[in-house]
């Protein structure tokens, strides 16, 4: 049984599978990849148990057969082949053999009989959207998830719709975002999910900012998001994610204005002599002026005025600078507002041109 | 000065029924049932038996031993007199052990007299309160005091002073020395070398090489008799951990989780009574074949909270892979004492930790009033 096809029609859908394999895999049938061939296009499916990514090839010639090959080796070898070299694989029993110009190579095969797939259950609901929104929405917030939390609901990224508004948040205690989309979303009807932090930054890997339509099926355990010919499917994260309006400040009655990238360059500066493990920086808020403030363990400093709009009494609170950096990476626009009570209080930051995005950041103790 | 009591256990069962005296007495496990030798008298160190031996060993070599459970009710009444007559000395005591502790002696020659008539006098006083034998170690450090109690146990009395530093360590077997194990040993064997003289010859770059960073150092730093002399009072807990071991190998989940839930009470009390709190929960597991595992967690912020220490030390179990397999011993502990960091959490709800707080004063209270186990946390239902 021979597949016949290009380095290139093999390695694209490849490298999009392979980010799911693990290096570290529970059973031994995790490190390959599902391959169903019929006359002229491979599925091609990695998975991990809990994300699982399918995707497409188009072959010269092939015959209908299924079968798993190790994923990294294959990607290896694809990789290392010489541009636009025509690749044949002939699946002997339990080998493989790939005969690529003069290289040949033999590759255990497991049986696609034990490859296990994640099923999609419960009364499904789902809505379309274009690509670049999803993809927007996961850029905008997915920094914030935590990592290895305790609290595991907060390993995720939570996206739902609830009136009509198409919303994704996530948090890891010390910082939160979130983020909405509304265009097109007339009538789907309301959930809310938690998406696992792996499957959030895989996604985010490999959305394009495009009009293409996707769509989102959420089922009971599972979501599952439809690219054209690629089919992302993630289990859910069980569990409630924490009322995150609650935190969102309300009655702050200081607001400044300051101008992005040269904010975000004057925290990156100060940040080279904050404390390496807390990286606390003071802020000095005064009448249009914000000094930053550094100290680490050395008693060394850093120390930066910035120009700004701000007319109200004089604050100082302090910030995680990296929590602020991520912030101001992300955002969009180039005036972003700060939105302040006094040092006890979270911080409310938004773009001024109306972005969809809220970020609210915890102060810290300096 | 470290003093050491010979054979803590067994002696304070020789001293309490002289119809032991004379005969190998083995405290710890029962033969015939699983655990080990605690401590073991020297009549019976005749036979080969040590301490942290499988009792089932010990049976083995010596059946006619007096086995006895330990009673450390009685032991720790005999230890807080020791370490009383040991404040008479000087002011400075830190208790390591039950059986053990460091004592500052430096500045009382002229009170008592040379080292060598401290050490005796020190060793007289004990005999006279506890009527129990120790051996003594004196040395400008810690380790080399510590060496050489241990040096002619028991009953011993050793005074090295500095310029005899390198002549006591040089013959000395590397294995003496602390933190080296059977690993180190067989590590260092395999590089040739079997006594601190040797061991010497080794630069700090290739011990670092061979045995970490710190692993390195420190033997680098005891080959040459370098150690701290500082003796605190307060000693220092490290960690507080609990562990049980089972006289049968256990795969039920829900036993296992109600002993992990049982330990963790006791950790979790023990925290709060020295008011400590920690930012690292370890757990720890024995599966057959003395397979023994440590999985760790730090948490953001420190924590002495039963409930939370369970549900960590429950999914680092969970989590391990282990799960399933048959466990002899499992047991949690915190460590790493702390705060939290300077950051609130934006779910924080401040009256329910202050409601927590109420809750485990009053669960400590009913404990100290009425018992361990009289009153515990409910169990949550989890399927």
């Not at chain 2, 707080?357 to 186990?373: C, N, P, Q």
Request: proline residues 4%; hydrophobic residues 40%.
């Amino acid at each position: 049984m021979k597949i016949v096809t290009s380095r290139e029609e093999l390695l694209k859908p490849l490298t999009m599978v392979g980010g799911v394999v693990e290096k570290r895999q529970t059973l031994p049938i995790l490190a390959n990849i599902l391959i169903n061939a019929d006359q002229d296009r491979l599925k091609i499916t990695a998975t991990d148990l809990e994300v699982e990514l399918k995707t497409e090839a188009s072959v010269t010639k092939s015959e209908e057969v299924d079968f798993t090959l190790p994923a990294r080796k294959l990607i290896d070898i694809c990789r290392a082949l010489p541009d636009s070299t025509e690749i044949s694989l002939d699946i002997q029993g339990e080998k493989a053999v790939i005969i690529a110009g003069r290289s040949r190579f033999t590759l255990g095969v497991l049986p696609a009989k034990d490859y296990p797939a994640i099923e999609i259950e419960g009364a499904i609901k789902g809505i379309r959207v274009q690509e670049g929104v999803l993809k927007n929405l996961i850029d905008k917030t997915q920094f914030a998830m935590a990592q290895q939390d305790v609290r595991y609901y907060l390993n995720g990224l939570l996206l739902e719709i609830a009136d009509g508004v198409l919303r994704a948040v996530a948090t890891d205690g010390h910082r939160l975002a979130m983020s909405e989309a509304v265009e097109g979303l007339e009538g789907a009807e309301d959930f809310q999910i938690i998406i696992p932090r792996k499957a959030v930054l895989e996604l985010g890997r490999m959305l394009n900012d495009s009009d293409r339509e996707i769509a989102i099926e959420v089922g009971s355990n599972n979501v599952r998001i439809i690219m054209g010919d690629t089919i992302f499917t993630s289990k859910l994260i069980d569990g409630k994610f924490p009322d995150y309006q609650k935190v969102v400040p309300v009655g702050t009655d200081k607001q400044v204005i300051v101008d992005r990238e040269s904010m975000r360059q004057a925290l990156h500066r100060t940040s080279i002599l904050s404390n390496e493990k807390y990286r606390g920086i003071r802020f000095n808020f005064a009448k249009d002026n914000l000094e930053l403030l550094a100290h680490n363990p050395e008693q060394e400093e850093a120390k930066e005025e910035l120009e700004i709009t701000y007319d109200g009494e004089k604050l100082v609170i302090g910030f995680n600078v990296g929590y602020l950096i991520e912030v101001l990476t992300v955002i969009s626009g180039d005036n972003v507002v700060l939105e302040l009570k006094d040092e006890n209080s979270s911080c409310l930051i938004r773009s001024q041109e109306g972005d969809s995005s809220r970020y609210v950041v915890m102060p810290m103790r300096i | 000065m470290h003093l050491d009591m010979d054979a803590f256990f067994a002696s304070v069962e020789q001293r309490d029924n002289p119809e032991y005296r004379g005969k190998p007495v083995v405290v710890g496990a029962m033969p015939g049932r699983r655990g080990v030798v605690s401590t073991c008298s020297y009549e019976a160190r005749k036979y080969g038996i040590c301490s942290a031996m499988p009792i089932s060993e010990a049976h083995r070599r010596c059946p006619d031993a007096i086995y006895l459970r330990p009673d450390m009710a009685r032991y720790v009444a005999v230890s807080k007199k020791v370490m009383l007559a040991l404040g008479e000395i000087s002011p400075v005591v830190e208790p390591v052990s039950i059986d053990e502790a460091y004592i500052d002696i430096s500045g009382m020659e002229r009170l008592i007299g040379e080292p060598v008539e401290i050490g005796r006098l020190t060793k007289l006083k004990i005999r006279e309160v506890v009527g129990l034998d120790c051996s003594a170690g004196i040395g400008p450090n810690r380790l080399i005091a510590k060496l050489a109690s241990e040096y002619q146990k028991p009953d011993g009395l050793v005074v090295i002073r500095p310029e005899q530093i390198q002549a006591f360590l040089d013959p000395m077997p590397v294995s003496n020395l602390r933190g080296v194990g059977p690993k180190a040993r067989q590590e260092l064997e395999q590089l040739g070398v079997y006594t601190v003289k040797h061991l010497k010859t080794y630069s700090l770059d290739v011990l670092r090489g061979y045995f970490g960073d710190n692993g390195g150092q420190h033997l680098y730093n005891q080959a040459r008799g370098i150690a701290l002399d500082q003796v605190g009072t307060k000693g220092g807990r490290k960690s507080i951990s609990k562990e049980s071991t089972f006289n049968e190998d256990v795969i039920d989940q829900r036993q296992l989780r109600e002993c992990l839930r049982g330990l963790a009470a006791e950790v979790g009390r023990t925290a709060r009574s020295k008011c400590l709190k920690g930012r690292v929960v370890t757990m720890k597991i024995r599966l057959d074949g003395f397979e023994t595992h440590t999985r760790q967690k730090k948490l953001r912020n420190a924590t002495s909270a039963d409930g939370v220490v369970l549900n960590i030390a429950w999914n680092l179990y969970q989590e391990s892979g282990f799960a399933g397999r048959p466990v002899r011993l499992i047991g949690l502990g915190i460590s790493e004492w702390g705060g939290s960091e300077p950051m609130g959490d934006l779910f924080d709800d401040p009256e329910e930790c202050k409601r927590e707080e109420h809750l485990y004063a009053a669960m400590d209270e009913v404990t100290k009033k009425f018992g361990r186990g009289k009153l515990s946390l409910g169990l949550k239902k989890r399927d």
